[in-house]
């Protein structure tokens, strides 16, 4: 077998690690994930989860994510919610879907920018169409 067993581990960890330093948390659901293998010990986890707390990284309940609970109101959040979701799937969210989840009418335009800036920090990008 060829090319290094560790590599899609240290990509997903080193994604994880860009996520958290970019927003200041991640959720266990994104440390599970970035470590998804049938073999991983507790003790990897909890190591990693140490290595995040070294870094002021916050582990967060995904129901109690600090940018999906923020200053919005509840339909708002989950709606952000899914676009976050949706881009960390895609690597991308177009202008309309966040639009779409923030209405200009609902949402100042100082909070818009900060959530295409904290996007952009997760490594989605913010696209036309």
């Given at each position: 077998m060829g090319?290094n ?7 997903a ?5 860009r ?5 200041g ?16 010990s507790a ?9 995040l707390a ?5 582990i967060?309940?995904?129901s109690?994510?600090p ?8 339909r ?6 899914r676009?976050?979701?949706?881009g960390?799937?895609?690597g991308y ?6 639009l779409?989840?923030?209405p200009p ?7 818009f920018?900060?959530?295409?800036a ?9 696209v036309?169409g």
């Amino acid at each position: 077998m060829g090319g290094n067993a560790f590599g899609p581990w240290v990509a997903a960890i080193g994604a994880l690690v860009r996520q958290g330093r970019a927003r200041g948390w991640v959720t266990i659901d994104e440390v599970n994930a970035a470590l998804a293998a049938p073999d991983v010990s507790a003790e990897l986890i909890e190591d990693l989860l140490e290595a995040l707390a070294d870094l002021n990284i916050e582990i967060a309940d995904e129901s109690e994510a600090p940018v999906l609970r923020g200053p919005f109101p509840d339909r708002l959040a989950r709606e952000i919610g899914r676009l976050v979701r949706w881009g960390q799937e895609r690597g991308y969210v177009t202008r309309a879907e966040l639009l779409a989840a923030m209405p200009p009418d609902q949402v100042e335009e100082a909070r818009f920018n900060e959530t295409v800036a904290t996007l952009l920090g997760m490594g989605i990008r913010v696209v036309e169409g």
